[in-house]
Nanobody, 122 residues
Framework: QVQLVESGGGLVQAGGSLRLSCAAS????????MGWFRQAPGKEREFVAA????????YYADSVKGRFTISRDNAKNTVYLQMNSLKPEDTAVYYC???????????????WGQGTQVTVSS
């Protein structure tokens, strides 16, 4: 069992930066691939970024490539999402998730956090 708690969301102006953190409980955190997803009002939850269990492979949605960076610190049981050059269309609730394999698909992840709100003003 893995419990996930996101933090770091907030209100930022367009062009600004935020770093989201996702703290995981459980000794087996390092065995899980981790992903970030987001959901804007009235829209489906969509893939943002993913990182393999050892951190050697990362994947990004085209909409965030070059602006967002996913990383993890297995010693701290934490995964991060550094978000730069934020745009109003990045406004959403951001969720972290843990799964057995690195994937862009929601169904590949077994554990989800409660989410953290990111709002980007124009």
């Amino acid at each position: 069992q893995v419990q996930l708690v996101e933090s770091g969301g907030g209100l930022v102006q367009a062009g600004g930066s935020l770093r989201l953190s996702c703290a995981a409980s459980g000794r087996t955190f390092s065995r899980y691939a981790m992903g970030w997803f987001r959901q804007a009002p009235g829209k489906e939850r969509e893939f943002v970024a993913a990182i393999s269990w050892i951190g050697g492979s990362t994947y990004y949605a085209d909409s965030v490539k070059g602006r967002f960076t996913i990383s993890r610190d297995n010693a701290k049981n934490t995964v991060y999402l550094q978000m730069n050059s934020l745009k109003p269309e990045d406004t959403a609730v951001y969720y972290c998730a843990a799964g057995a394999g690195t994937s862009i698909l929601r169904r590949a992840y077994d554990y989800w956090g409660q989410g953290t709100q990111v709002t980007v003003s124009s």
